[in-house]
C-alpha cells in the first residue's frame, strides 16, 4: 500500500491552529499520529489545538518531563464521548522498546495519541499512522519561496518551544496504512481547502 503525502505551507500560529481544528473532526480513537520537527517548529501549538477540537481537557503542554500525559474527554465539550488525547514526548527514548514501558496499548483503543519524536519508535504501535513533520523555512529558502515573508510582522507562540521568530513553517503529513487511505481525499479537502487556508493570509505583503 502507497503512503499517501500532503504538503502545507504555514504561516504562524494560527493558521497552525486552524490545520489542526480542521483536522480533529476526521480523528477517532484508536489513531496514532507522529510529530516531528525542531523546537520552536509548531508541534505543541499543533497539539494543543488538536486537544481543542478534540474536546478534551485543557492544559495541552510539551510533556517533556513526563514523557506521557492523558487529557480526558469532557462531557461538555465539542466532542462529548469522543476520544481522549495522549500526548507523548518521546525525545528522551532511545528505541521502540523504551516506549513501550509506557504501556500506550493499554490506551490506544479509546485516545488519540500523539508522540513527538516518535518516528522510527512508534510505528509498530499501529497499522495505519499519520506522520506529520514540521520543518522551518529559512534564508535563502525563505526568499525563494517568499521574499516578504523574513518582514512579516508577528511570531509564533509555542509554549517553551516559542523563539520568537517570524517564519514560515512547512508541514508534510505522510499517511500510511488502510485508515488515512479511507479518509485521504476528505483529509486533504479539509486542510487545503477553506478551512486549512482560512489564516494563509496573515500575513500581508507590503
Same mark, same amino acid.
Given at each position: 500500500?502507497?503512503?499517501?503525502? /500532503? !504538503?502545507?505551507?504555514? %504561516?504562524?500560529? $494560527?493558521?497552525? @491552529?486552524?490545520? *489542526?481544528?480542521? +483536522?480533529?473532526?476526521?480523528?477517532?480513537?484508536?489513531?496514532?499520529?507522529?510529530?516531528?520537527?525542531?523546537?520552536?517548529?509548531?508541534?505543541?501549538?499543533?497539539?494543543?489545538?488538536?486537544?481543542?477540537?478534540?474536546?478534551?481537557?485543557?492544559?495541552?503542554?510539551?510533556?517533556?518531563?513526563?514523557?506521557?500525559?492523558?487529557?480526558?474527554?469532557?462531557?461538555?465539550?465539542?466532542?462529548?464521548?469522543?476520544?481522549?488525547?495522549?500526548?507523548?514526548?518521546?525525545?528522551?527514548?532511545?528505541?521502540?522498546?523504551?516506549?513501550?514501558?509506557?504501556?500506550?496499548?493499554?490506551? /490506544? !483503543?479509546?485516545?488519540? %495519541?500523539?508522540? $513527538?519524536?516518535? @518516528?522510527?519508535? *512508534?510505528?509498530? +504501535?499501529?497499522?495505519?499512522?499519520?506522520?506529520?513533520?514540521?520543518?522551518?523555512?529559512?534564508?535563502?529558502?525563505?526568499?525563494?519561496?517568499?521574499?516578504?515573508?523574513?518582514?512579516?510582522?508577528?511570531?509564533?507562540?509555542?509554549?517553551?518551544?516559542?523563539?520568537?521568530?517570524?517564519?514560515?513553517?512547512?508541514?508534510?503529513?505522510?499517511?500510511?496504512?488502510?485508515?488515512?487511505?479511507?479518509?485521504?481525499?476528505?483529509?486533504?479537502?479539509?486542510?487545503?481547502?477553506?478551512?486549512?487556508?482560512?489564516?494563509?493570509?496573515?500575513?500581508?505583503?507590503?
Amino acid at each position: 500500500m502507497t503512503d499517501r503525502v /500532503l !504538503d502545507l505551507e504555514i %504561516t504562524g500560529p $494560527e493558521h497552525t @491552529r486552524s490545520i *489542526a481544528l480542521a +483536522l480533529a473532526p476526521l480523528l477517532a480513537a484508536g489513531d496514532v499520529l507522529i510529530l516531528t520537527g525542531e523546537l520552536g517548529a509548531g508541534k505543541t501549538t499543533f497539539t494543543r489545538s488538536l486537544g481543542e477540537g478534540l474536546g478534551v481537557r485543557e492544559g495541552v503542554i510539551s510533556p517533556t518531563f513526563v514523557l506521557s500525559r492523558v487529557h480526558p474527554n469532557l462531557p461538555d465539550g465539542p466532542r462529548p464521548g469522543g476520544p481522549d488525547l495522549v500526548h507523548v514526548d518521546a525525545y528522551r527514548l532511545a528505541s521502540s522498546e523504551e516506549l513501550d514501558d509506557l504501556d500506550l496499548e493499554y490506551s /490506544l !483503543d479509546r485516545s488519540v %495519541t500523539v508522540i $513527538e519524536w516518535g @518516528r522510527d519508535k *512508534a510505528e509498530h +504501535l499501529s497499522e495505519s499512522i499519520l506522520d506529520l513533520e514540521f520543518t522551518r523555512v529559512t534564508g535563502a529558502e525563505l526568499a525563494e519561496t517568499d521574499p516578504y515573508a523574513l518582514y512579516a510582522p508577528g511570531s509564533w507562540e509555542d509554549d517553551d518551544e516559542d523563539d520568537g521568530a517570524p517564519e514560515l513553517r512547512r508541514l508534510r503529513l505522510i499517511g500510511s496504512g488502510p485508515r488515512w487511505e479511507n479518509v485521504w481525499d476528505e483529509m486533504v479537502e479539509k486542510l487545503s481547502g477553506r478551512e486549512g487556508r482560512e489564516h494563509r493570509g496573515l500575513w500581508k505583503h507590503p
